[in-house]
C-alpha cells in the first residue's frame, strides 16, 4: 500500500487465487487503494497466486497445493514483507473454484487465514472418496468437513449470480451460507445480478473486503 512502513505496526494481507485475473481483469489493486484511501479498511498486503494449467487439480482442496500456500508463500511473504500474524487481520479468497479453495484453507489454516472471500464458489464439489448415508446424500461435502472441525474463528462473504446454474451454482452456495449460519459462523452473503463472470466478481469484492476487514466489522 501507499506509504508502506517496514518497522511499523503489521499490516493485514489479501490473498487471492487466480493472481493473473484479479490483477489484470477484476483490477483489485485500484480496489484495494481506494478501498485504503477511503478508509473502509486498513492497509493490507496483496499477494496474488498465479493459476497454471494444474488449476482445477490445485483448487479443488488439494491439501499439497494447500501446503504451498502455507508452508512457502505466507512463510515468504512474512520473512520479506511487515505483515501480521493474527488471523482476523488476513484473507483467503477466490473465484469459482478459487472461493471453494478458500474456504477449505479457512477450514485447515484458520491460524492463518480467520476471513474467507467466497465469490460463485464451487460448492458442488465432492472428493471422490466421499461416503454418505442416504439421508445425508443431499449435504454439502464442504459442510460435512466444517461439521467435523470444532467451531473455528473465521467470518465469511459468500456471493453467487442470479443467473448462474441454480442447481450446481446458486442453490450449493445459498445451502454453504445457510449451514454456515446455523454453525454459528459470522457471514455475509449476496447475490447478484449477473451470471458466472468477471464483470460482477470485479463489481462485489470490495463488498466482501469491507465485510470482512472494515473497521466497524473487525
Known sequence: ???YNKEGDSYGMVM??????YLNILHITNVLDNLISSG?????IGVFIESTKERPEQLKCND???RFICDEVVEYVRENYNVSNEQSKNVIGGYSL???FASYAGLRHSDIFGNVLSQSGSYWYKRDDYKCSEEEKDKLWMTSEFEKANHLPLKFYINVGKIEPKVSM????????NDLINMGYDVKFELFKSGHD????GETI???LIFLLGKNNC
Open 206 to 208: 470490495a463488498n466482501g
Open 98 to 100: 478459487g472461493g471453494l
Open 16 to 21: 487471492l487465487n487466480d493472481g493473473f485475473e
Open 40 to 44: 473502509d479498511i486498513p492497509p493490507v
Open 170 to 177: 446458486i442453490d450449493t452456495n445459498i445451502q454453504f451460507k
Open 64 to 66: 499439497e497445493y494447500l
Open 1 to 3: 500500500p501507499e506509504n
Open 198 to 201: 468477471y464483470w460482477y466478481w
